[in-house]
């Protein structure tokens, strides 16, 4: 009687999806949104997956929660995955798992959830300004007009492209935004686009000299 081909063991990060614990998508984010994929470079094909996954299977879409009722249901652990994972977000599975004490499977299902709850929200590369040109970090302030239409407005500084953030804030300005470029002289331009948005009365700018501190959120 002819030998039989067994197949291979199924060890927990193929069952997770995974022929490698490493192989994970990163992606490069160099403006403030950018989307959540899931982590692992193959997601195979399951008849019970969940509705809240959406007709994509690598696309997460958060479950909408109250944020006291979602933070009071984080534990111990579920803060040090996060914080491991802010230190380093290429880490391995089994990486993280040996510094919180769980096996790489437990890690693989604690991240996932924390994905489609909203607490991760997303991977990005750090890169730096500077090398890819982009020197003149600024903060400009907007005070916008009496007839302001919110919509219009937010609308008309999200089609400048350098900009890279803006606040709805309190006091007397309505707007803060991240402005990023090449020179002063793309400054100055940015600046005339932003007085020309609807909305726009005045713009008040500062220049960053120095970034003694930059870090995350506290976890």
């Known amino acids: 009687m002819g030998s039989m081909l067994l197949p291979p063991p199924v060890t927990s990060e193929r069952a997770a999806g995974y022929d490698h614990p490493s192989e994970r998508s990163c992606f490069l984010c160099l403006r403030c949104q950018f989307t959540l994929t899931n982590r692992g470079s193959h997601v195979p094909e399951r008849r019970n997956r969940s509705k809240r996954t959406g007709s994509s299977p690598n696309k ?31 880490a391995t599975y089994t990486e993280i798992g040996r510094a919180v004490g769980l096996s790489a499977a437990s890690v ?24 890819l040109g982009l020197e003149v970090l600024s903060l400009v302030s907007v005070l916008s007009s009496d007839s302001i239409d919110a919509a219009a407005t937010e609308a008309g500084m999200a089609a400048i492209g350098q900009v890279e ?25 940015v600046l005339q686009r932003l007085q020309a948005v609807d909305g726009v009365a005045r713009t008040r700018t500062s220049v960053v000299l120095a970034t003694p501190v930059q870090r995350g959120p506290a976890v």
């Open 108 to 131: 693989h299902e604690r991240v996932h959830r924390l994905e489609v709850r909203g607490v991760i929200r997303g991977y990005h590369a750090e890169v730096d300004p500077e090398v």
């Open 60 to 90: 997460v879409v958060p479950i909408h929660e109250g944020a006291e009722a979602l933070r009071a249901s984080l534990d111990d652990t579920d803060l040090a995955i996060v914080r491991a994972l802010q230190a380093n977000a290429r």
């Open 165 to 189: 953030t803006a606040w709805n804030v309190a006091g007397e300005d309505s707007y803060m935004l991240v402005v990023r470029t090449h020179s002063i002289a793309e400054l100055s331009e």
